[in-house]
């Protein structure tokens, strides 16, 4: 009873408004573990916020207070591994659109935390088909255009949602940057622009070092953030379309040596050894991404054609520039195994690829005993279109049944 009690305060402080169960059991035909073989006939147990235990039904007895939630299917709760939900609403109207600011095409000191709305719609609409964690923030379109942040999509306010409040600074090289700004008109002179900086920053750096203090520049956010990810506390996420601009991109991480995850890649399959060389993980463009300007070459078996390279990646939503503003990662995942992806890779690529993508795989991703109690069950195949979503459950919350 005191758990119950104590869980019940929990929901209310962070904003779950549905029913908490303190322990909860999940019996299911089929558990994707997300670690090795599925388990059929299999059981997850839930006490707390932690799972307490997976395995077959045949070695796993239920204890007899403990909330049985039947199913068919069972997976992790789904990873979108990039989106911009949170700072771009559903309604698609200039107050609830903050993924891109125009005044400028270098600004990667803009914090996600600073405009992510907990509350929005399309937060809670995702939830609903599944997605429990988002990488969101910053979108694509500027040199580069801010942070990103991790979150979990149930609470009501940013602080209680966050997992990470800073994850990478999102660049875009190609021609679309020159759609929102007067400069860079070209290629070569928005990559000449990003460098500048990022020899900048390298300056900065050196000169914050100094010992005497009054020799110090004064802080400068702008540099700041560029110092982050030249020294790895922060991860360049890099969106490039066209097979010269990812190419361009290996460059640049090469050049400066910071961390690196390359975003979209319509074109990969033209370059794919160039990025298993590089050892750079991908979040590959969503496969029903409209085929028009820098993506105008994407193709339904890019993620099958990552998968063979043995090139890791993961699914994303994107960024849409109409409503709803979000597509969803369950059905991209599901047209990608009708082209040639393996149905445990598609799943994979929703779940255990991106945590380990974006650092987060000691909470979520699998099915592991002592990680985050985050659930989606299923009623059927989860890559089949007539499947439906029947219970969600996010830090042994139920927050959607």
Same mark, same amino acid.
Not at 1 to 6: L, P
Not at 207 to 234: H, I, Q
Not at 263 to 277: N, R, T
Not at 293 to 313: C, R, V
């Given at each position: #009873? !005191?758990?119950?009690?104590?869980?019940?305060?929990?929901?209310?402080?962070?904003?779950?408004?549905?029913?908490?169960?303190?322990?909860?059991?999940?019996?299911?035909?089929?558990?994707?573990? #997300?670690?090795?073989?599925?388990?059929?006939?299999?059981? /997850?147990?839930?006490?707390?916020?932690?799972?307490?235990? %997976?395995?077959?039904?045949?070695?796993?007895?239920?204890?007899?207070?403990?909330?049985?939630?039947?199913?068919?299917?069972?997976?992790?709760?789904?990873?979108?591994?990039?989106?911009?939900? &949170?700072?771009?609403?559903?309604?698609?109207?200039?107050?609830?659109?903050?993924?891109?600011?125009?005044?400028?095409?270098?600004?990667?000191?803009?914090?996600?935390?600073?405009?992510? @709305?907990?509350?929005?719609?399309?937060?809670?609409? %995702?939830?609903?088909?599944?997605?429990?964690? /988002?990488?969101?923030?910053?979108?694509?379109?500027?040199?580069?255009?801010?942070? *990103? #942040?991790?979150?979990?999509?149930?609470? @009501?306010? /940013?602080?209680?949602? =966050?997992?990470?409040?800073? +994850?990478?600074?999102?660049?875009?090289? &190609?021609?679309?940057?020159?759609?929102?700004?007067?400069?860079?008109?070209? +290629?070569?002179?928005?990559?000449?622009?990003?460098?500048?900086?990022?020899?900048?920053?390298?300056?900065?750096?050196?000169?914050? !070092?100094?010992?005497?203090?009054?020799?110090?520049?004064?802080?400068?956010?702008?540099?700041?953030?560029?110092?982050?990810?030249?020294?790895? +506390?922060?991860?360049?996420?890099?969106?490039?379309?066209?097979?010269?601009?990812?190419?361009?991109?290996?460059?640049? +991480?090469?050049?400066?040596?910071?961390?690196?995850?390359?975003? &979209?890649?319509?074109?990969?399959?033209?370059?794919?050894?160039?990025?298993?060389?590089?050892?750079?993980?991908?979040?590959?463009?969503?496969? #029903?991404?409209?085929?028009?300007?820098?993506?105008? @070459? $994407?193709?339904?078996? *890019?993620?099958?054609?990552?998968?063979?390279? &043995?090139?890791?990646?993961?699914?994303?939503?994107?960024?849409?520039?109409? /409503?709803?503003? *979000?597509?969803?990662?369950?059905?991209?995942?599901?047209?990608?195994?009708?082209?040639?992806?393996?149905?445990?890779?598609?799943?994979? $690529?929703?779940?255990?690829?991106?945590?380990?993508?974006?650092?987060?795989?000691?909470?979520?991703?699998?099915?592991?005993?002592?990680?985050?109690?985050? =659930?989606?069950?299923?009623?059927?195949?989860?890559?089949?279109?007539?499947?439906?979503?029947?219970?969600?459950?996010?830090?042994? @919350?139920? %927050?959607?049944?």
């Amino acid at each position: #009873m !005191k758990n119950r009690i104590t869980l019940f305060i929990f929901a209310i402080l962070f904003g779950v408004s549905t029913a908490v169960q303190a322990q909860i059991a999940v019996q299911a035909d089929t558990i994707y573990t #997300m670690e090795g073989a599925k388990i059929v006939d299999g059981i /997850v147990l839930v006490d707390g916020q932690q799972i307490e235990d %997976v395995g077959s039904a045949s070695d796993i007895q239920i204890p007899s207070d403990y909330k049985t939630y039947e199913t068919s299917v069972v997976t992790p709760g789904l990873i979108d591994a990039h989106t911009v939900v &949170g700072l771009a609403g559903i309604y698609n109207q200039d107050s609830d659109q903050d993924q891109l600011e125009t005044s400028t095409a270098i600004q990667p000191h803009l914090r996600a935390f600073d405009a992510y @709305n907990a509350r929005e719609e399309l937060v809670k609409f %995702v939830l609903g088909k599944g997605v429990t964690t /988002v990488h969101t923030g910053h979108g694509p379109g500027a040199l580069a255009s801010g942070q *990103t #942040m991790i979150a979990k999509t149930p609470y @009501n306010t /940013v602080e209680k949602a =966050l997992i990470d409040s800073a +994850k990478t600074v999102s660049f875009t090289l &190609g021609s679309s940057v020159g759609q929102y700004f007067d400069t860079p008109g070209t +290629k070569s002179k928005g990559v000449a622009m990003l460098r500048q900086k990022l020899i900048d920053a390298q300056e900065y750096m050196d000169k914050m !070092k100094v010992d005497d203090p009054a020799k110090r520049p004064p802080k400068n956010l702008e540099l700041e953030a560029l110092a982050d990810v030249l020294n790895g +506390k922060l991860t360049a996420m890099i969106t490039a379309h066209r097979s010269q601009d990812i190419m361009t991109a290996l460059r640049l +991480k090469e050049e400066f040596g910071f961390d690196m995850i390359l975003d &979209g890649a319509s074109e990969a399959y033209l370059v794919l050894d160039e990025i298993k060389a590089a050892d750079v993980p991908v979040i590959v463009h969503p496969t #029903m991404v409209r085929t028009y300007g820098a993506s105008k @070459n $994407a193709s339904f078996t *890019t993620a099958a054609k990552l998968a063979k390279a &043995g090139i890791p990646f993961a699914f994303q939503s994107g960024y849409e520039s109409y /409503v709803p503003k *979000t597509r969803i990662i369950l059905y991209e995942a599901a047209v990608a195994s009708a082209y040639g992806l393996n149905r445990s890779m598609a799943l994979k $690529a929703l779940t255990k690829s991106p945590a380990q993508i974006l650092g987060i795989d000691d909470r979520v991703g699998t099915l592991t005993e002592g990680k985050d109690a985050d =659930l989606v069950l299923f009623d059927g195949d989860p890559l089949e279109y007539t499947t439906h979503i029947s219970t969600v459950i996010v830090d042994g @919350n139920v %927050v959607k049944k």
